[in-house]
């Protein structure tokens, strides 16, 4: 069941604050894709800046890891599951090749330890020959998990419990033991007990980056739509409650909002990443919450009771966050007792007409043309050459990249769909573009499924640069982003 909507003023919330959160967003060249905020379990403000839509998902980076932490919390509080058991134990039988050799520290590596961060090591455990074997076919029984292997292969520095740092091992693991107790994947609980009560959508379309061999990553990978995080804050917020239903503990809550009291050991951390960390969840100076690289959040605020969601491509978080602190905590408790209509009118009609900045042509140029590369793209270098070809739309890119040519309609001045495919692989993408006074043209390619765009910028010498508005945190190449097609692992 969604969440009830209501106005900003009706919950005690002045609306020019969201309004003022809203401008410093788009003026702080943060890239805002949508902004949903719930107070007293009412949705007050709820926008997405076309392209990007209610109906999609975005991946959200390791904002997954609340997700998995919620799959965690629900089979403890089954007792299926308990956070003082070995991981290693709780894995799927056969996920280690035999005579792999395991570490004492990894033999006493807990659940617990996992979804806390405490897993001794002294930095990022995913490596080169992790990230390998995560993502290279080996030919071998998929029964087998090479990636557990490559885990294993350097211990931590230090004794499980003792040592805090951000990993992506720690959270791998524990996806692994939500599959080891399930039989199945953590998409597949989450769709069963979760994410049909937190998205009206009911989670369909919500997919997971996956190794090569079909197991989640766990910490990064979920596409879930806005209304989920909402949701996933929500529930949290109500301390486990749903629609006024247990799903999961008031107990569990506790344990994952609860900083461990390790230090982040990280070299001058951000103020809202010194707070201390819990049980996937970050704590901050107001409140807690679960962030993903590029501005992707569930911000819970007990003290205010509000749930907040925003998804966004951008490199400062912290300034996100300071930017909720300045514009919507202090409009918390404004409103007046009557309520101001046309505030909440003003943020209402704002809220129906956000879009990114969307390229169109100052310029004319021709119907057809064609560029080569240039060097300093930063696309990879199977991504040879552009041209404009007539088509269904304003103009038809063609991009020359592996071996074949892949045609995206753009629109001008309007945002236009196409997908992008190659090799079995596919991406939702949403285009605009144009000719300026100069006779060059762009285009920005908004892989809507993800934070991130792709930039087109022809120039007078005949080339055209290929690049990123920000180089994914995957890679360069954009099929890496993919989770659909009939190459990659399926989304049971």
């Not at 021709?366 to 590369?373: K, L, M, S």
């Not at 945002?415 to 692989?425: I, K, L, N, P, R």
């Not at 954009?478 to 009939?486: E, F, K, T």
């Amino acid at each position: 069941m969604p969440l009830p909507t209501s106005t900003p003023s009706a919950q005690g919330v002045d609306a020019l604050g969201i309004l003022a959160l809203v401008d410093a967003l788009e003026s702080g060249g943060h890239d805002p894709h949508s902004l949903l905020v719930a107070r007293h379990g009412h949705v007050i403000a709820r926008g997405w800046w076309a392209p990007y839509a209610p109906e999609r998902v975005q991946l959200v980076y390791s904002l997954s890891k609340s997700f998995t932490a919620t799959a965690v919390g629900l089979l403890v509080d089954e007792g299926r599951l308990s956070l003082d058991q070995p991981v290693l134990d709780l894995l799927p039988p056969g996920d280690l090749a035999e005579g792999v050799e395991v570490p004492d520290r990894y033999r006493r590596l807990t659940l617990g330890h996992c979804l806390t961060m405490a897993t001794g090591h002294d930095a990022e455990g995913w490596g080169p020959d992790v990230l390998r074997a995560a993502h290279e076919p080996t030919g071998d029984d998929d029964h087998v998990d090479p990636v557990l292997a490559a885990i294993l292969a350097t211990p931590q520095e230090h004794e499980p419990g003792s040592a805090w740092a951000y990993n992506q091992v720690a959270t791998y693991l524990a996806a692994g033991a939500v599959r080891g107790v399930t039989g199945s994947s953590v998409l597949s609980l989450l769709r069963e007990r979760v994410l049909p009560l937190l998205d009206p959508s009911g989670g369909a379309d919500v997919a997971w980056h996956r190794t090569a061999t079909g197991r989640e990553l766990g910490f990064s990978g979920i596409h879930v739509g806005t209304d989920a995080i909402l949701g996933l804050a929500q529930l949290y917020l109500d301390h486990g409650q749903w629609d006024g239903s247990p799903l999961l503990s008031p107990e569990w809550v506790d344990t994952a909002t609860t900083s461990t009291g390790l230090p982040n050991r990280e070299a001058d951390p951000n103020p809202d990443w010194r707070e201390g960390y819990g049980g996937s969840f970050w704590m901050a100076r107001h409140g807690y919450r679960g962030d993903g690289a590029y501005g992707q959040y569930a911000i819970v605020l007990p003290e205010q009771d509000i749930a907040l969601a925003i998804t966004s491509e951008t490199l400062d978080m912290q300034a996100v966050l300071d930017l909720v602190w300045d514009h919507l905590l202090p409009a918390v408790g404004q409103a007046d007792e009557v309520g101001d209509e046309l505030a909440d009118a003003a943020l209402e009609e704002r809220l129906d007409m956000l879009t990114v900045p969307t390229p169109s042509s100052s310029g004319p140029g021709p119907e057809a043309a064609r560029w080569v590369r240039a060097e300093d793209s930063t696309l990879p270098e199977a991504y040879a050459a552009m041209s404009l070809a007539p088509g269904g739309a304003a103009y038809e890119v063609v991009l020359d990249c592996h071996d074949t040519q892949v045609r995206l309609d753009v629109g001008d001045g309007e945002w236009v769909f196409s997908t992008f495919a190659v090799g079995g692989v596919e991406l939702p993408v949403m285009s605009a573009g144009g000719w300026d006074a100069e006779g060059c043209f762009s285009a920005d390619l908004r892989l809507v499924e993800t934070p991130h765009t792709l930039q087109l910028r022809t120039r007078t010498d005949g080339t055209v640069h290929l690049g990123w508005r920000e180089v994914p945190l995957y890679g360069a190449e954009p099929l890496d982003l993919a989770v659909h097609g009939s190459a990659l692992p399926r989304q049971d």
